[in-house]
């Protein structure tokens, strides 16, 4: 039986093949490097508020082990599955490895709609869910972190629940945890801050002025809010943003605060304008110089491929783009310049990473010192992920994979194989 078969799994695999091609690794010596170290299926039970009781499958992926802990998000999402769960964990080891951070990947997650749940049964079933992870995490172990679906409250409660099984306050155990509450300053915004930050480099590259530059967001969540309020501030005119309620484009530009105002009292886009409302199916398909699907995976199939305008893919949402649309897009004439998931979000996990290093120090560090610390990590993946593309000729996708998946190769073949 495959537990993780699923069109996410293969995607994952897909993109593995690729690059184990490319790095000449033998056959016999890939499943070690791709298929997961653990994977774990809880029921979550909680009272509804009516009083029913209701179950929900929680999940936790554990990719590998060879480089420290695992480090990985946590997601709330109605369909959640094993396949998605364990797709997401082997890109956050790429990830990780790609940005120097000493971390397997891990994902994990409740098959849940958190749209659906009052507070009371969104902090129940956080609480169920850690509750039935502790055996299997801990801060030198696997550290949790937000996703899709979850926030810094929910990181919060996660926190206490395991600190209250220690009898002691637990911070390192998750990181994306409110800064009153153990967190680090920068790490709500790290993620779009990064997604801006590497858009900036790939401008210069292509010649593009910021101000000015016309940009799509699809997702308003945490990561595309953010990359939406930080195009913004440096003169990029959005012009068009969606979210599972939602979809507006004005190709003299949205007013973002008042977006950000809108979402910030009604917690979506809905209701902000009918006279802006479009149709979500020709969103990614629109002529912009930036294009950041900041939502959900495999949202780029080949037709729309063929079809994007944009003269930047920015995957701030992690596997936006399908191995089919990729051969759409390296075949196409007018090149789009890419900026891998790995490379491109990779903003959130360094400056957990930092939270993380700052918890077991119990020593916390300033916005400017976080900023310029994540500044210099994105920068050198930046740096190796073009020089090695420009090197061997291959897409920015393969050049990133390759040095995440080269290290952990590394790492796993100096330490043996035991016992
Ligand atoms: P979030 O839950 O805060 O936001 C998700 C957004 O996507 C919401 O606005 C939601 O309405 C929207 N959405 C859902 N379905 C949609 C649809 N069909 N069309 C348009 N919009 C839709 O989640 P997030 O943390 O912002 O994560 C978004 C993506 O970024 C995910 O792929 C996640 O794995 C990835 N990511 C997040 C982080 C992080 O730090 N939060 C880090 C790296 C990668």
């Known amino acids: 039986m495959d537990i993780y078969a699923s069109p996410f799994f293969d995607q994952a695999r897909e993109n593995f093949a690729v690059i184990a091609d490319y790095l000449d690794i033998p056959e016999h010596k890939r499943d070690r490097l791709l298929m997961p170290k653990r994977a774990i299926m809880v029921s979550c039970p909680i009272h509804r508020d009516d ?78 869910y850690m509750t039935e992870m502790i055996p299997f995490v801990g801060p030198k172990t696997d550290v949790m972190a937000p996703d899709m679906g979850t926030n810094e409250q929910v990181m919060a409660w996660y926190m206490d629940t395991y600190s209250m099984y220690q009898g002691q306050t637990v911070s390192e155990i998750v990181t994306g945890k409110p800064v009153h509450a153990g967190g680090t300053v920068g790490r709500r915004e790290a993620t779009g801050h990064g997604v801006v930050h590497l858009t900036g480099r790939a401008m210069e590259r292509l010649g593009i002025n910021p101000s000015g530059a016309t940009a799509i967001v699809q997702g308003f969540g945490n990561v595309g809010s953010v990359t939406a309020a930080a195009l913004h501030r440096q003169g990029t005119k959005v012009i068009g943003v969606s979210d599972h309620t939602a979809c507006y484009f004005d190709r003299r530009g949205l007013d973002v605060p008042a977006l950000l105002r809108h979402t910030e009292e009604h917690g979506v886009l809905r209701g902000f304008s009918s006279e802006l ?39 701030g949402a992690n596997g936006p783009t399908t191995p089919e649309a990729d051969r759409v897009l390296n075949a196409r004439k007018v090149e789009i310049f890419v900026i891998p998931d790995i490379l491109c979000n990779a903003g959130g996990v360094v400056v957990s990473y930092f939270e993380w290093v700052q918890g077991l120090q119990q020593l916390f560090w300033t916005e400017p010192e976080v900023r310029d610390r994540l500044n210099r990590l994105l920068e050198r993946a930046f740096q190796a992920v073009m020089t090695r593309s420009e090197r061997d000729g291959v897409p920015h996708r393969t050049s990133a994979l390759a040095i995440g998946v080269e290290k952990v190769q590394k790492a796993k073949i100096t330490r043996g194989l035991f016992p």
């Open 277 to 315: 409302a479009y149709d979500p199916a020709q969103l990614l398909v629109q002529s912009c110089d930036i294009l950041v699907p900041a939502a959900m995976e495999r949202v780029i199939t080949g037709d729309i491929a063929a079809k994007l305008q944009c003269r930047i893919l920015a995957e």
């Open 51 to 128: 009083g029913s009781e209701v179950v929900f499958t929680g999940f936790r992926v554990q990719h590998h082990l060879t480089m420290g802990p695992t480090k990985g998000g946590t997601r709330y999402a109605k369909d959640l599955h094993m396949g998605e769960v364990a797709a997401l964990a082997i890109a956050m080891s790429w990830k990780c490895a790609l940005a120097g951070l000493p971390y397997g990947g891990a994902k994990g997650g409740v098959a849940v709609d958190p749209y659906s749940l009052s507070r009371r049964e969104l902090e129940a079933v956080s609480r169920r």
